[in-house]
């Protein structure tokens, strides 16, 4: 009986051990599993804060609460943080800009360059572009002689409103009466300005977000001939839908055929998030139409959307922004006259003078649409191994000899660097800066200017 009481009495405590020993091995494991997630989640927020990895110092002193720091201190310290950030304009003496421009002139930030592009060319719908620029200039303005908040003085306002803004560097037409406005450039003959074989280049600043000035923003390119009366003498139109809180682009377009019977019509999907669209988000995009007697193109940074091979002649044209998104801007708009084929031009003058090779302002940078007339000239010159040139660069009368002569001195240096890149031989080429000592035109007119900043490609 004493045994059998004894085994029962061990197996009753190895029974209660064994509960005991699964509830400490629980209460372990929970633990572990506690101490474990902390270390994770430490890990995480080190991770966060840019401290995985580092060691502390355990003499590190703690940090004071911002309770202890007197007042007049938080002050200082906040005026100062304050004055460090903004920056006084170079250009206007604006003061208090925060942003990378100044809110009043819209220069760039002293020190504020971006870094240096590589010199090797990206490809680009540039190198493949057949859009061929006019020779003579007919309109050309860039607004930077233009004072900010008024309306531009080389244009004719339609209806709505316009005013000179400024963004992303650049003095600009910006619609800002919820994004109404009708814009015309002045011309001695309002209605009869466009000559038979003409093109049309601007820039256009297309932005996404969201919020308030975002919503729709609809812009028109309208070509008109008051000597047609149907269809209240509108030829040619092309409207570009953009809807900026998800980059949704739309372009459509719309052409009388010459018999006034029919027309041509088509759109094109251009979203931001669609891989093929050569649109660019957040940044100034080149716009370009040609016509050629009866055949009209469009292209969108140098990748040709619209295609129409009979289309009724266009006497003058005109802007028109609508929509909620208030600041709509058109930059750089330059109209030209004809385009003779390059060497034509070269066996007539012995050079070829192009205005379709340009630079960033002020800097020896091409721009993405210049690669279009290099490699024009490359062209010409693979097919004339003989052929070498001396390529010069020309400026206007704007700022001083010191700067100009310099300028254009790098400038060409910069084609024959991209003319050597596209396979031309170094030694067919010469570079000479000739600032603005060679006008062709007066530089008392912003036509006159435009036309005396030029490239020439003088055969040697």
């Given amino acids: 009986m004493k045994r059998i009481f004894a085994i029962s009495i061990v197996a009753l405590l190895a029974s209660c051990f064994a509960a005991n020993a699964q509830s400490i091995l629980d209460r372990l494991k929970d633990r572990a599993k506690d101490a474990v997630e902390e270390k994770v989640e430490k890990g995480v927020n080190d991770l966060l804060d840019g401290n995985f990895g580092k060691k502390k110092d355990k003499k590190e002193k703690p940090e ?7 007042a007049e201190q938080q002050a200082q310290e906040a005026g100062e943080a304050v004055a460090a950030s903004t920056w006084t304009c170079e250009e206007c003496g604006k003061t208090g800009n925060a942003g990378k421009f100044c809110e009043e002139c819209g220069a760039k930030k002293p020190g504020a360059e971006a870094p240096a592009k590589p010199k090797k060319q990206t490809e680009s719908a540039y190198a493949k572009s057949d859009f061929v620029p006019g020779d003579e200039i007919i309109f050309d303005d860039d607004f930077s002689n233009e004072r900010l908040g008024e309306f531009p003085s080389r244009w004719d306002l339609l209806g709505g409103y316009a005013e000179v803004g400024s963004l992303e560097g650049r003095k600009v037409i910006s619609f800002t009466d919820d994004g109404y406005g009708e814009v015309q450039p002045l011309m001695k003959d309002q209605k009869h300005f466009l000559p038979d074989v003409f093109t049309l280049e601007f820039d256009l600043y297309l932005g996404t977000g969201e919020g308030d000035g975002f919503a729709d ?6 070509f008109g001939n008051p000597d047609l009366p149907n269809w209240n003498g509108r030829v040619t139109w092309v409207d ?7 980059g949704d682009v739309t372009m459509r377009w719309t052409a009388q055929k010459p018999n006034g019977g029919d027309n041509n019509a088509g759109e094109k999907d251009l979203s931001m998030f669609n891989p093929d669209s050569p649109l660019k988000e ?61 060497y034509d031009r070269l066996a007539s003058d012995g050079k070829i003078i192009t205005y379709a090779i340009t630079f960033e302002t002020g800097k020896a940078d091409l721009k993405p649409e210049s690669m279009v007339e290099i490699n024009r000239i490359a062209k010409l010159m693979q097919e004339n191994p ?4 001396e390529v010069q ?35 067919r080429l010469t570079a000479v800066g000739k600032g603005s000592h060679q006008p062709i035109a007066s530089n008392s007119t912003d036509e006159g200017r435009a036309k005396n900043r030029r490239v020439e490609f003088i055969k040697k």
């Fill in 282 to 342: 957040n940044a100034w995009n080149h716009f370009a139409f040609s016509f050629n007697k009866r055949a009209f193109k469009g292209y969108v940074n140098g990748l040709r959307i619209i295609n129409i091979p009979s289309a009724k002649v266009p006497s003058h044209f005109w802007f028109l922004h609508s929509g909620a998104y208030k600041y709509g801007c058109i930059s750089n708009v330059r109209l030209a006259k004809g385009a003779v084929p390059l």
């Fill in 217 to 222: 923003n609809e812009w028109s390119l309208i």
């Fill in 393 to 427: 660069g020309h400026c206007d009368a704007t700022g001083s000899d010191k700067v100009n002569d310099s300028l254009s001195q790098k400038r060409a240096e910069a084609i024959v660097a991209a003319l050597v890149e596209q396979g031309i031989a170094q030694a």
């Fill in 64 to 70: 004071k609460k911002k309770a202890d720091i007197p």
């Fill in 386 to 389: 003989g052929l070498e040139f």
């Fill in 240 to 246: 570009l839908w953009f809807r900026p809180w998800g």
